[in-house]
């Protein structure tokens, strides 16, 4: 991260989980950019997709449509500005997420999706002590 991006954790998400989702949504809104880069990296783990992530997602997805509403902002000389969200957005999301569960073409439940990310993370480590060799 630059430093001059001035960056920080939001102060209301605790815990470990997505505060990378949270800082490139700040940087984001601040006029920044985020980037992916595809590089091998050893996790001594294969992570934990527990209820505890469950929560930290939903306290992040609550956060992010309460800031970004739409919303009137009422104006001096002119008519008022609408910001819109993207509430629709969330919305057809939760539906696509809905179909690929009734369709099998994503886990029912979170025991079915712990288990595959597991797998996907033994997978990775497994590609990576290959590479190492």
Not at 20 to 40: E, N, R, Y
Not at 116 to 124: D, K, P
Request: hydrophobic residues 40%; proline residues 2%.
């Amino acid at each position: 991260m630059k430093r001059a991006a001035n960056l920080a954790v939001s102060r209301d998400l605790a815990g470990y989980h997505h505060y990378g989702t949270d800082l490139c949504i700040m940087a984001g809104i601040l006029g920044w950019s985020a980037h992916v880069i595809d590089f091998f990296l050893h996790h001594k783990s294969a992570g934990t997709i527990d209820d505890r992530y469950y929560a930290s997602a939903g306290r992040v997805e609550r956060k992010y449509a309460r800031a970004l509403q739409s919303r009137w902002v009422p104006m001096l000389f002119s008519a008022p500005l609408l910001l819109a969200g993207a509430g629709t957005s969330r919305r057809m999301a939760r539906v696509k997420r809905l179909v690929a569960k009734l369709t099998g073409k994503a886990p029912r439940n979170r025991e079915l999706w712990s288990e595959e990310r597991r797998t996907v993370g033994e997978r990775h480590v497994a590609a990576t002590e290959r590479m190492r060799r």
